[in-house]
Nanobody, 113 residues
Framework: QAQLVESGGGLVQAGGTLTLSCAAS????????IAWYRQPPGKEREWLGA???????TYADSVKGRFTISRDSAVNTVYLQMSRLKPENTGVYYC???????WGQGTQVPVSS
């Protein structure tokens, strides 16, 4: 069984930058696609983007140009760098092995105006 652990969340001011990490362990293969999601308070979880098998990434239109997904296969970690953050980006951020039931526990990101 693979496990994912997110870290790096915390309070950030609007316009700021924050990088989240998703560290994988257990029965995890570096070719796994990792997806990032955000769940705003009282709302549904929404897909933000995902790393791709060729080392690239794909993004939701709402974050394209501001968020960057990268991976360091040597340490089985995928990153979500978020820039020009807005108050509406507030939420709990999760990573997932795409297409599986394996999720991290989430990390809170409040963005103050």
């Amino acid at each position: 069984q693979a496990q994912l652990v997110e870290s790096g969340g915390g309070l950030v001011q609007a316009g700021g930058t924050l990088t989240l990490s998703c560290a994988a362990s257990g029965r995890y293969e570096s070719v796994n696609v990792i997806a990032w999601y955000r769940q705003p308070p009282g709302k549904e979880r929404e897909w933000l983007g995902a790393s791709t098998r060729d080392g690239g990434a794909t993004y939701a239109d709402s974050v394209k140009g501001r968020f960057t997904i990268s991976r360091d296969s040597a340490v089985n970690t995928v990153y979500l760098q978020m820039s020009r953050l807005k108050p509406e980006n507030t939420g709990v951020y999760y990573c997932q092995i795409a297409g599986s039931h394996v999720w991290g526990q989430g990390t809170q990101v409040p963005v103050s105006s």
